[in-house]
């Protein structure tokens, strides 16, 4: 990653375990974290700031769910990449996801090796701020 160019992840989960856990993951990555502990507080953050690079949310949280802020974010910030993890996937909920523009779905527990190589994946290819994400949804 280029140093002078550093990439932002917001983290919205309400599980500060799981918080914790992904922020040290990807400031060792050299990645700017911001963590936020559900959806209501994520949207405001991105009211504010500048868009992050990539949203990583959680499924159920208080407030506003995963799949609901980013279905608003789609709409606010179509660059911004998005990735949902969930304690359960099951057909419905991929279709959802797809439907809303996620690049990827995780089971938890994630297996952080495969959703680091994830982002870093998204982040390589983001799209042009204008363009709107039309990978397809794939289970973990």
């Given amino acids: 990653?280029?140093?002078n160019n550093?990439?932002?992840?917001?983290?919205a989960d309400d599980d500060s375990t799981t918080r914790d856990l992904l922020r040290e993951v990807f400031e060792e990555?050299?990645?700017v974290v911001?963590?936020?502990?559900?959806?209501?507080?994520?949207?405001?953050?991105?009211?504010r700031e500048i868009p992050c690079h990539v949203l990583l949310a959680d499924l159920r949280m208080p407030y506003v769910s995963g799949l609901?802020?980013?279905?608003?974010?789609?709409?606010?910030?179509p660059q911004v990449r998005c990735v949902l993890i969930t304690t359960c996937i099951d057909s419905e909920?991929?279709?959802q996801a797809e439907a809303a523009?996620?690049?990827?779905?995780?089971e938890k527990p994630v297996n952080v090796q495969q959703l680091l190589d994830c982002v870093e994946g998204l982040v390589a290819s983001r799209p042009q701020p204008a363009s709107v994400n039309t990978n397809p949804?794939?289970?973990p």
Avoid: N
Avoid at 6 to 11: A, N
Avoid at 35 to 46: C, I, N, Y
């Fill in 68 to 77: 609901q802020l980013i279905q608003g974010v789609r709409k606010t910030h």
């Fill in 6 to 11: 550093p990439k932002t992840i917001l983290i």
């Fill in 93 to 95: 909920l991929l279709a």
């Fill in 29 to 31: 990555q050299r990645y």
């Fill in 1 to 3: 990653m280029d140093v």
């Fill in 34 to 47: 911001i963590t936020v502990s559900d959806g209501r507080q994520a949207a405001e953050w991105l009211k």
């Fill in 137 to 139: 949804v794939s289970p």
């Fill in 101 to 106: 523009g996620i690049a990827q779905v995780f």
